[in-house]
């Protein structure tokens, strides 16, 4: 089962510094490397409509579509599928539970800061360890708006 789970974090940055920190190519690593260490992201520029391949070190992970890029306000990817040695795989039974879940990336002005919030479908398996890890990258996210 699918559980769409929000978490967010004010940061007293400017709406493109909090962008920056969250897609410039070494901040992803940095803030990334909570959930595994190493993790990467090979993509064409962060383009809307093109597809993004979310990888450990080892070139596995997932592949998805970046459905909306709207400079320092939003982005959001739909999941595809998984990736194996960097290879894509066809969509099989297991991977069927979760295609198609979303992970969507908003800033929002608020009084004195600027709020970032991220919206993300999870599996149950995987929903501890979300709930347990999501909020560490944002703290990473903001430490490097600093």
């Known amino acids: 089962m699918i559980h769409r789970l929000q978490f967010s974090i004010n940061i007293k940055a400017e709406k493109n510094v909090i962008w920056r920190a969250l897609w410039g190519a070494d901040y992803y690593r940095d803030w990334v490397s909570v959930f595994f260490d190493g993790s990467y992201a090979v993509t064409d520029n962060w383009k809307e409509k093109s597809k993004v391949l979310f990888l450990a070190p080892d070139k596995s992970g997932i592949y998805s579509i970046i459905e909306t890029h709207i400079p320092n306000k939003i982005m959001s990817f739909k ?68």
């Open 79 to 146: 999941h595809i599928g998984n990736v194996v040695k960097g290879q894509e795989q066809p969509i099989d039974d297991d991977t069927r539970k979760w295609s198609g879940a979303t992970e969507t990336y908003t800033i929002t002005k608020e009084k004195n800061s600027n709020k970032l919030t991220v919206e993300i479908d999870i599996l149950d398996e995987h929903l501890d360890f979300m709930k347990n890890t999501f909020p560490k990258a944002l703290e990473k996210v903001k430490a490097n708006c600093n």
